[in-house]
């Protein structure tokens, strides 16, 4: 590869429209982190596709030049899913929130997890519905008091983190956007991963959580690579401290090889499908057969 092709900046990633995020907001984090990944891993502008959901994070799809979809609300994954097997030689990259992944497309992220195709998501979780002004999230802390909670929320959150170790996900980790230079390296770990990789973003929405903000987080998270004991590959470890509240870990969870989906699919051994020369395919012997 030329290497003058390969020297891209962060700023190489920006398109003409300016984010329309809230000041402070930690989309901001996130949309740094990633662009920094990018340019770490020498990956160029078309060499991948972002696919968003709805929500404030899904905005980031005029924000980000690269190839993007932004997709129905909570159906990222299943969309990402196609887009990876039409074209296994792409980096594809979900970006989607709380309300995506655990909410609406909980279902999608479960199968996802156990599928294990070689697709990176990105949860921005910021533990409400930011976009549609300030309901609660799935993730969503109990007793959070919001507008469609004004006595405050009852149920236990989802933890986003076990949900993925206990799906099946080859990689998990956890990030803060308060921590670009870490969230940016567990992004490069995350899409370098063979496999389904998982990284939940503790995210402030500055204007709609007054509880979950930089400064609850900063009092809390702590990195996992400073523990001496801890394994990555060790999958109790993974689930104890996935339920730990009052100090919170981010990096990598848990990481393990494993065959991918796409391993097993002999149509896509020799070349991507979008490869195929598909023109001298008559398609009407088929058709035929149902009409
Ligand atoms: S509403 Fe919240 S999540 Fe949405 S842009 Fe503003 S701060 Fe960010």
């Known amino acids: 590869m030329n290497k003058k092709e390969t020297e891209l900046k962060p700023e190489d990633f920006n398109t003409h429209i300016r984010p329309t995020w809230c000041l402070g907001c930690g989309n901001y984090g996130i949309w740094n982190a990633m662009k920094r990944a990018l340019v770490t891993l020498g990956l160029k502008n078309h060499q991948v596709l972002a696919v968003y959901g709805i929500g404030c994070s899904g905005n980031g799809t005029n924000f980000t030049k690269t190839y993007a979809f932004h997709s129905l609300h909570g159906r ?8 990876k097997l039409a074209n296994h030689k792409l980096n594809v990259i979900v970006m989607a929130g709380d309300g995506d992944g655990a909410g ?3 279902n999608h992220f479960m199968h996802t997890c156990r599928r294990n195709i070689d697709i990176t998501f990105i949860m921005h979780d910021n533990r409400i519905y930011g976009l549609t002004t300030g309901q609660a999230s799935p993730t969503s802390d109990q007793g959070f008091k919001s507008k469609s909670t004004p006595k405050g929320v009852l149920e236990e959150p989802v933890n986003p983190i076990a949900l993925a170790l206990s799906s099946g996900a080859t990689f998990v980790a956890r990030g803060f956007s ?3 230079k870490h969230l940016s390296g567990l992004m490069v770990e995350a899409i370098k991963h063979n496999g389904f990789s998982f990284v939940d973003v503790l995210q402030p929405c500055v204007t709609f959580n007054k509880k979950n903000t930089y400064e ?9 690579e400073d523990e001496p004991d801890y394994k990555s590959d060790d999958l109790m470890q993974a689930f104890e401290k996935s339920q730990q509240k009052d100090k919170i870990p981010i990096g990598i969870f848990y990481k ?8 097993g699919l ?4 020799r070349k991507p499908l979008v490869d ?11 058709l035929n057969e149902y009409f």
């Open 178 to 180: 308060g921590q670009v």
């Open 266 to 269: 002999k149509q896509i051994e």
């Open 276 to 286: 195929h020369v598909i023109s001298d395919v008559d398609i009407n012997k088929l």
């Open 104 to 106: 609406i497309g909980g």
């Open 256 to 263: 393990i090889d494993k065959p991918t989906y796409e391993d």
């Open 216 to 224: 609850w987080y900063r009092d809390r998270v702590y990195k996992l």
């Open 76 to 83: 990222s994954l299943p969309v990402a899913t196609g887009a």
